[in-house]
């Protein structure tokens, strides 16, 4: 009884909040995203107390402060390295011909 009185509470927090009642779709979306952002905070914590593993952490962070953002660097930097790859592997191609054509 007391869990369903404090999950009415906060079901009343979030429509004040939202402005609106949320439907049951909206609140298993939002229930599933906080329980990702919880693992994720968990995880962070994690990287921090090892110490080869702070990048990852601030990279963490990063995503939990700022996850649209950080999501769009991600795909910016990935296809940056995506297209940079490719340039270089043919640019390795190029010289490797050209020093096969130059010793035979």
């Known amino acids: ?3 369903d009185k404090n999950k009415l509470e ?3 927090q979030i429509a004040k ?3 609106r009642w949320l ?3 909206e609140h298993i979306v939002l229930e599933k995203r906080n329980q990702i952002r919880s ?3 968990l995880l962070t914590g994690v990287c921090i107390l090892l110490p080869p593993l ?3 952490a601030f990279g963490l962070t990063l995503y939990l402060l700022f996850p649209k953002t950080i999501s769009r660097i991600g ?3 990935t296809v940056c390295f ?3 790859s490719l340039v270089v592997t043919g640019i390795l191609i190029f010289l490797f011909l050209g020093l096969f054509n130059a010793l035979f």
Do not use: C, H, I, Y
């Open 1 to 3: 009884m007391l869990n």
């Open 23 to 25: 439907s049951d779709d």
């Open 82 to 84: 995506l297209l940079s």
């Open 17 to 19: 909040n939202q402005g």
């Open 54 to 56: 702070w990048p990852f």
């Open 39 to 41: 693992k994720l905070v």
């Open 75 to 77: 795909v910016v930097a």
């Open 10 to 12: 906060r079901d009343f």
